[in-house]
């Protein structure tokens, strides 16, 4: 499986991204899928993860209300989108998948997750 995030950038604080991340090499609809960040200096963080029908999502509270994962699997495609961006979300942000032969799962570990984007930077000015 190969992953390609994109839609990060600079933007004012309040400001909304979107971002996106594009999926080859296996059918869609068999990968849950995640989203995760890295500020400098910090750990990465698991941020939400969308189980292979997009029926079930997940969001840590930090973003909950702000962001929102979904996933269009006729597109391959996820995407986060961010709303109230604040200072700090600031941080590289990865798309993750993993096979599952489940429709209600969704992980939310790093080690739990074979394939990983490149990740795509989103800065948030003050």
């Known amino acids: 499986v190969q992953l390609q995030a994109s839609g990060g950038g600079l933007v004012q604080a309040g400001g909304s991204l979107r971002l996106s991340c594009a999926a080859s090499?296996?059918?869609?609809?068999?990968?849950?899928m995640g989203w995760f960040r890295q500020a400098p200096g910090k750990e990465r963080e698991f941020v939400a993860a969308?189980?292979?029908?997009?029926?079930?999502?997940h969001h840590i509270d930090s973003v909950k209300g702000r962001f929102t994962i979904s996933r269009d699997n006729a597109k391959n495609t996820m995407y986060l989108q961010m709303n109230g961006l604040k200072p700090e979300d600031t941080a590289v942000y990865y798309c993750?998948?993993?096979?599952?032969?489940?429709?209600?799962?969704?992980?939310?570990?790093?080690?739990?997750?074979?394939?990983w984007g490149q990740g795509t930077l989103v800065t948030v000015s003050s």
């Open positions: 993750a998948a993993q096979w599952t032969t489940s429709n209600g799962r969704y992980y939310s570990k790093t080690e739990e997750y074979d394939f």
């Open positions: 090499g296996r059918t869609f609809g068999t990968l849950t």
């Open positions: 969308i189980s292979r029908s997009g029926s079930i999502t």
